[in-house]
Protein backbone atom coordinates (compact mmCIF):
# COMPACT_ATOMS: atom_id res chain seq x y z
CA UNK A 1 0.00 0.00 0.00
CA UNK A 2 1.37 3.44 -0.64
CA UNK A 3 2.98 4.92 1.91
CA UNK A 4 1.12 7.04 4.06
CA UNK A 5 -2.75 6.21 3.21
CA UNK A 6 -4.71 3.74 5.89
CA UNK A 7 -7.50 1.29 4.23
CA UNK A 8 -10.91 3.15 3.64
CA UNK A 9 -13.23 2.77 6.55
CA UNK A 10 -16.20 0.93 6.24
CA UNK A 11 -19.41 2.03 4.85
CA UNK A 12 -20.87 2.85 1.49
CA UNK A 13 -20.82 5.46 0.83
CA UNK A 14 -17.66 6.36 2.73
CA UNK A 15 -16.98 9.53 3.81
CA UNK A 16 -13.82 11.08 2.84
CA UNK A 17 -12.47 14.76 3.09
CA UNK A 18 -12.04 16.31 0.14
CA UNK A 19 -8.39 16.89 0.70
CA UNK A 20 -7.68 13.10 1.69
CA UNK A 21 -9.43 11.94 -1.93
CA UNK A 22 -7.32 14.50 -3.26
CA UNK A 23 -3.85 13.30 -2.19
CA UNK A 24 -4.63 9.89 -2.63
CA UNK A 25 -6.44 9.94 -6.03
CA UNK A 26 -3.35 12.53 -7.56
CA UNK A 27 -0.45 10.91 -5.53
CA UNK A 28 -1.41 7.44 -4.63
CA UNK A 29 -3.06 6.99 -8.18
CA UNK A 30 -6.24 5.88 -6.81
CA UNK A 31 -4.55 2.59 -5.21
CA UNK A 32 -6.59 3.01 -1.74
CA UNK A 33 -9.87 3.97 -3.24
CA UNK A 34 -10.35 0.59 -5.39
CA UNK A 35 -13.92 1.12 -6.85
CA UNK A 36 -15.29 2.10 -3.55
CA UNK A 37 -18.63 4.76 -3.68
CA UNK A 38 -16.84 7.70 -2.11
CA UNK A 39 -19.23 10.82 -0.55
CA UNK A 40 -17.15 14.62 -0.57
CA UNK A 41 -18.66 17.58 0.10
CA UNK A 42 -16.58 20.99 -0.96
CA UNK A 43 -17.78 24.17 -3.15
CA UNK A 44 -18.02 24.87 -6.62
CA UNK A 45 -16.15 26.57 -9.05
CA UNK A 46 -15.62 26.98 -12.78
CA UNK A 47 -12.66 27.37 -15.00
CA UNK A 48 -12.43 29.74 -17.97
CA UNK A 49 -13.98 27.14 -20.27
CA UNK A 50 -16.35 25.92 -17.68
CA UNK A 51 -15.21 22.69 -16.48
CA UNK A 52 -16.26 22.00 -13.14
CA UNK A 53 -14.44 21.43 -9.80
CA UNK A 54 -15.12 20.61 -5.89
CA UNK A 55 -12.62 22.66 -3.96
CA UNK A 56 -11.88 22.89 -0.21
CA UNK A 57 -9.51 25.57 1.27
CA UNK A 58 -7.07 23.47 3.45
CA UNK A 59 -5.34 25.01 6.15
CA UNK A 60 -2.01 24.88 7.23
CA UNK A 61 -2.16 27.29 10.11
CA UNK A 62 -4.93 30.35 9.52
CA UNK A 63 -7.11 31.57 6.95
CA UNK A 64 -4.39 33.65 5.89
CA UNK A 65 -2.37 30.93 4.70
CA UNK A 66 -5.37 28.68 2.86
CA UNK A 67 -4.53 26.97 -0.22
CA UNK A 68 -7.45 25.50 -2.89
CA UNK A 69 -7.50 21.55 -3.37
CA UNK A 70 -9.34 21.05 -6.09
CA UNK A 71 -10.99 18.15 -7.52
CA UNK A 72 -12.40 17.96 -11.42
CA UNK A 73 -15.60 16.24 -11.38
CA UNK A 74 -16.74 14.02 -14.22
CA UNK A 75 -20.11 11.65 -15.19
CA UNK A 76 -23.60 13.07 -13.93
CA UNK A 77 -22.97 16.20 -12.97
CA UNK A 78 -25.65 18.31 -12.26
CA UNK A 79 -26.78 20.69 -15.51
CA UNK A 80 -26.32 23.90 -13.70
CA UNK A 81 -23.82 24.86 -11.30
CA UNK A 82 -23.77 27.94 -9.65
CA UNK A 83 -20.12 29.21 -8.32
CA UNK A 84 -19.37 29.21 -4.78
CA UNK A 85 -22.37 27.13 -3.64
CA UNK A 86 -21.94 23.71 -2.05
CA UNK A 87 -22.39 20.30 -3.24
CA UNK A 88 -22.29 17.08 -1.71
CA UNK A 89 -21.01 14.43 -4.56
CA UNK A 90 -21.38 10.80 -4.54
CA UNK A 91 -19.15 8.39 -6.71
CA UNK A 92 -16.10 7.14 -7.30
CA UNK A 93 -12.75 7.26 -8.04
CA UNK A 94 -11.49 8.23 -12.07
CA UNK A 95 -7.98 7.72 -13.00
CA UNK A 96 -8.52 11.32 -15.17
CA UNK A 97 -6.19 13.80 -13.96
CA UNK A 98 -5.17 17.50 -15.68
CA UNK A 99 -2.47 20.12 -14.44
CA UNK A 100 -3.81 22.95 -12.48
CA UNK A 101 -2.96 26.51 -14.66
CA UNK A 102 -2.30 28.46 -11.39
CA UNK A 103 0.43 26.69 -9.62
CA UNK A 104 1.19 23.27 -12.46
CA UNK A 105 -0.42 20.90 -9.36
CA UNK A 106 -1.95 17.40 -10.33
CA UNK A 107 -6.11 18.04 -10.21
CA UNK A 108 -7.12 14.49 -10.36
CA UNK A 109 -11.14 13.48 -11.10
CA UNK A 110 -14.24 12.02 -9.72
CA UNK A 111 -16.22 10.11 -11.45
CA UNK A 112 -19.59 11.25 -9.77
CA UNK A 113 -22.90 9.20 -9.69
CA UNK A 114 -25.17 11.71 -7.87
CA UNK A 115 -25.21 15.67 -6.57
CA UNK A 116 -27.24 17.43 -4.31
CA UNK A 117 -26.65 20.81 -2.61
CA UNK A 118 -26.11 21.43 1.05
CA UNK A 119 -25.80 24.71 3.32
CA UNK A 120 -22.03 25.78 3.56
CA UNK A 121 -20.71 24.35 6.50
CA UNK A 122 -20.18 25.81 10.14
CA UNK A 123 -16.53 25.41 9.97
CA UNK A 124 -15.54 25.69 5.56
CA UNK A 125 -12.03 24.91 5.74
CA UNK A 126 -10.47 21.69 5.75
CA UNK A 127 -7.63 21.66 8.44
CA UNK A 128 -6.57 17.95 8.31
CA UNK A 129 -3.16 19.29 7.19
CA UNK A 130 -3.08 20.02 10.56
CA UNK A 131 -3.34 16.92 11.93
Partial sequence: ?????????????????LVDYAGRAAYGHGHTLGDRRIRITGFVALDHAGTPYLVRMALNCCAADA???KIGLSGRIPPVLQPDT???VTGTYSSRRTKDSVNGGIIPFFDVSSARP???PRDPYDESWNN
Fill in 118 to 120: VPT
Fill in 67 to 69: QPV
Fill in 1 to 17: APFGYPALPAGDPVPLG
Fill in 86 to 88: WLE
